[in-house]
């Protein structure tokens, strides 16, 4: 890597072109005239290294967001904890073998084209082709999830093993479809801009977009649809979260793009000035804020701290229309912005070191603290069977913390329905599935020579509609997983005495690499991430959310 000073600002490395892959003709009469010509195979590179970097570390300024969060004097106990493991997460997943969540999500890709830059096809594949083949790479190279699955007809799907096809969209300067990002416009005349983004399914399940009306333009209206919006994103994305929220657009499709790039960091420095084609509104974003903050939910599981930064942007509109939207970024904000020039390419910096940056050590005093006073948590071990493991946690209540220790089933959406044909066809369930409390999960693929790959919870609510049918055959009496439940599952606690305890999410590393003690796949091997695995873990944390008698830790937040 050269020591370059980036041409703008210090948060970029810079790394050269070593050959002749780009060149720029100048006109002799006019230099503005200038074309620079890239080799498109240059992308492959761009690509690569883009999600490497993403994938394993976080920026400074998101990173800064999360400590100051954590020390925070209104931080509640649960807050502190969890943003600790967050920031613990982050630096076990730096050193490149545990990606920061399980999730590797779909690849998203916007460029834009700037002035006379123009990509050669040279190596017999266009910009899309090679962006994606740098991506599947790194992709199957770092052992990443294959998240993404293909349809063979209407109703059924396949996984191509893959992760492919990338979300690949390119722009020419001034024809974006939603506002330039503000960093580009200190790059070069003749450059290619880049945002990279891994998003979750958990992240992008909770957008939302409505068709509103000039009625809607007063802070009355605005604040009362910022907090329905922020109160129903509820915990299963894991916050904390970058809230982003869009007021405006020419198109339903200009507003919920201009909201994927605002998620993704890309207007992080649009202008709060006031203009017709876009900008940010600082009041707003400190109303977004304190909704979240009064919401109760916190960092997951109680607290002030489910938002740690917000973006809302005002668009122009039709006269007749307001199209409105909201979404978020976990606490798994994967964002990367890339600059291709004719000297080399640019790429965001990211932390490699997170316990150096002022107060990490702070923050890891609330993990220590913690697990070192065990005191007020339970041990429940579920080696012997579902009616010992019941047993156990008998007297807990919502809101306990408790250490699980044992085996666990891991299945989540395609498992579930293979079981609920199995029921509707009047077969039984697998026997295994009444022996141990069940792990909504689908694991990253495992790197070599380690037990399990980046593991973590996902969102609760999608299984909700199996209550009875499992619950009822003595099966998922006991569930582990993300996020708040409908009263369909707390009914199911209620009727058959069961239990459902929240992991925390956005730690996938520091769970793979620390609680799990080994792992191995029991059922539906062909469903790759989503298969049955039996695994076994050590002093997991889990926090109580819905008990024995119904009751939830979420609905008693809100009274």
Known sequence: MSNKTPFIDNNFDFFPFTNETIKTIKSPADEKAAVTFADSSILQTVSYEAFKRLSFTFTKEHLEHVIKACLSPDASDNDRYVLACVLKNAETASNGKFPLCQDTGIANIFGWKKSLFITQNLNGKNDYENITEGTKHLYDEKKLRFSTTCPVNFWDEKDPKNNMPAQITIFNENSCLAPMPAFIENTPENSMSFVFCAKGGGSSNKTSFVQGTKATLNKTAMCRFLKDQITHFGTSACPPYTIAVVAGGLSPEQNTLTLKLATAGAYDSMTYEPNPYGFRDKELEDEVKKIASETGYGAQFGGTKFCVDAVVIRLPRHGASCPLSAGVSCSAHRNLKVIVTEEG?????????????????????????????SSSEKIINTNNGMTSTLSQLESCKPGDRVLLSGKILVARDAAHARWQKLI????????????????????????DGQIIGSFGPTTAGRMDSYAESLMSRGAALVTLAKGNRSKTWQDGCKKYKGFYLGTPGGIAAMIASSYIKSQKILDYEDLGMEAVRLVEVENLPCFVITDKNGNDFYEELHG
Request: with cysteine; glycine share 6%; hydrophobic share 25%.
């Open 424 to 447: 509707d066809e009047g077969k039984p369930l697998p026997d295994y599935t009444t022996c141990y409390p069940v792990c909504y999960a689908g694991p990253a693929r495992t790197p």
């Open 345 to 373: 390419y640019y790429l965001e910096k990211t932390v490699s070191t997170p316990s150096q940056l002022p107060g990490f050590d702070d923050c890891m005093k609330f993990l220590n603290k913690n697990s070192a006073d």
